[in-house]
Each structure stands twice: as C-alpha cells, then as structure tokens.
C-alpha cells in the first residue's frame, strides 16, 4: 500500500472556480505535511506547509484531518497560471513521502 | 534563496557507463538527497545523507551509489547505466530533518 494516494485527475476548470484536491495517507505516525507544486518539465518547488487548524496563503488554502487522514488543498478564483500538478508530501519519521500528483489545468 | 544547482539538465549515455550526477547546494543545509521521477509512479528516494561522508539508502537504491565528500555537494553514481534508470532525477536539500525541501532544476537522463 503507498503511504500516500492522491488522485491523478486530471482536472479542467474554468478560471475563476474553486477547485479542491485531496490526499489520503496510510500512516498514523504522520509528523508534517506539505503540498509542492510542479511545473511542466520543472521540479517541484513549496506551496506550502498544512498545519493542524489549517492555513490560509492568498487564493490557496490548506486543511488537514487527521482523525480521517487525509489533508485537502482549496484554490480559489482560479488563475491560468495555476496550471500545474500539485504534489501532496508527507512526513512519515523524517522521511518525505510523495504522492504521484494531481494534475490541474485551467482553461479560459 | 537556497539555490539547489545539478551539473547537467539533460544527459545522454549508454548501457554500462559510469555515470556522475553532481548537485550542490549554497545555504549550508545539513540534509541532501536524490529521488528519480517517472510517469505515474512519482518521486522515489534513491539515497540520502544528514551530514557529510554519511550516507542512507531509499527506497530503491539497488545500482546505484552516492558520495558527499563535502557538506554542500551530494553526488549521485550509476556503477553501470541501464536502460531501465533512463528517468528524471531530482536532487533536493533541507535546512533540518523535517523541513521542507528545496529541488534542483533536475537532469533527464537517457541511457540508450
């Protein structure tokens, strides 16, 4: 079992939505978490760090449960530019764990 | 800002080379590491290293080798390239064990 899942999508809205992705994590011992983000043919650069009461930076909002496993990404008004595969990271006794991504792609 | 620098953005090598992927980064981080990403199965942990001449294995380190003589380089060694670690390979580094990682620009390898 991957200790981290995420669905792949990919995801098409239109600019100005809201969309929301998921990762659930198989392990308990889970210490921090982040969601990166990844360019086309770049590497994958911090959005930002999920803490417990959840976080907020701009547009971008992030939300971890614990008790369910599972932290959550919110993007708001959604920007062209936000196109992009957004990677969920977890680390489980100070070894980061990837999700495989979720690919976003907003439309005109 | 941490800049992550690996030597080479794409490579191209055949079966049974030696290869050398250098990466260095310049803010004093402890923590280095080297993942490979391929479609569908995202990034994996080759090796790693929290302090120089220290070395850990990943999740996959089988054919694989690495050496960090000096705090700010980590080098990643294929003993014999195969077709099979033709990939994209990512070299990361963190301040601390748990923080967040700062990536490399990557190299695409192609072994032929």
């Known amino acids: 079992r991957k200790e981290v899942e995420q669905d792949p999508g990919p995801f098409n809205v239109p600019e100005g939505a809201t969309v929301a992705f998921n990762c659930t994590y198989s392990?308990?011992?889970?210490?921090?978490f982040f969601w990166y983000r990844q360019d086309c043919r770049k590497e994958p650069k911090l959005l930002m760090s999920?803490?417990?009461s959840g976080n907020e930076d701009g547009r971008f909002t992030a939300q971890l449960n614990r008790a369910s496993q599972y932290i959550s990404l919110l993007i708001r008004d959604s920007k062209l530019s936000d196109s992009a595969t957004y990677l969920c990271?977890?680390?489980?006794?100070?070894?980061?764990?990837f999700g495989t991504g979720t690919s976003l792609t907003v439309i005109p | 800002d941490v800049k992550v620098t690996q030597s080479s953005r794409y490579l191209v090598k055949r079966t049974g080379e030696k290869v050398f992927l250098e990466c260095v980064q310049d803010?004093?981080?402890?923590?280095m590491f080297w993942y490979r990403q391929d479609p569908g199965l995202g990034l994996r942990l080759i090796y790693f290293s929290y302090d120089v001449k220290m070395k850990e294995k990943g999740d996959i380190p089988e054919g694989y080798s690495v050496s960090r003589e000096k705090k700010e380089r980590f080098s990643l060694i294929l003993e014999s390239a195969s077709t099979n670690q033709t990939s994209m390979y990512l070299c990361a580094s963190s301040l601390l064990t748990g923080y967040g990682y700062t990536f490399g620009s990557g190299t695409r390898l192609t072994v032929v």
């Open positions: 999920v803490y417990s």
């Open positions: 392990n308990s011992a889970s210490q921090s």
């Open positions: 990271v977890v680390n489980i006794r100070n070894q980061f764990y």
């Open positions: 803010m004093d981080h402890e923590n």
